[in-house]
Nanobody, 122 residues
Framework: QVQLEESGGGLVQAGGSLRLSCAAS????????KGWFRQAPGKERQFVAA????????YYADSVKGRFTISRDNAKNTVYLQMNSLKPEDTAVYYC???????????????WGHGTQVTVSS
């Protein structure tokens, strides 16, 4: 069973940048598509970005296009989310997920990390 652990969250001012990382516990990570989701207080979990097994295809929520970049390094069993030009509305807990197909729905992912808090101050 794949276990995922996010890191890299924190407090940043609006306009700043953060890079989130998600490390997988097993080499089988390379056979899973990966996604990032986020959940703000009182709101539903929201799709942010997804990347195919080889990294050749990526998808982004409209709200983060042009600001966030998802990437993966299968040799390190790690997926990244580079977040630039952060806005206060990006404040949320960010979750990494692994699944068998590229999907923008949270139900399409089988494994989840515990999340990392990102707070953007105005």
């Amino acid at each position: 069973q794949v276990q995922l652990e996010e890191s890299g969250g924190g407090l940043v001012q609006a306009g700043g940048s953060l890079r989130l990382s998600c490390a997988a516990s097993e080499r089988t990570f390379s056979t899973y598509t990966k996604g990032w989701f986020r959940q703000a207080p009182g709101k539903e979990r929201q799709f942010v970005a997804a990347i195919s097994v080889t990294g050749g295809r990526t998808y982004y929520a409209d709200s983060v296009k042009g600001r966030f970049t998802i990437s993966r390094d299968n040799a390190k069993n790690t997926v990244y989310l580079q977040m630039n030009s952060l806005k206060p509305e990006d404040t949320a807990v960010y979750y990494c997920a692994a699944g068998r197909s590229l999907n923008v729905q949270s139900s399409g992912y089988d494994y989840w990390g515990h999340g990392t808090q990102v707070t953007v101050s105005s």
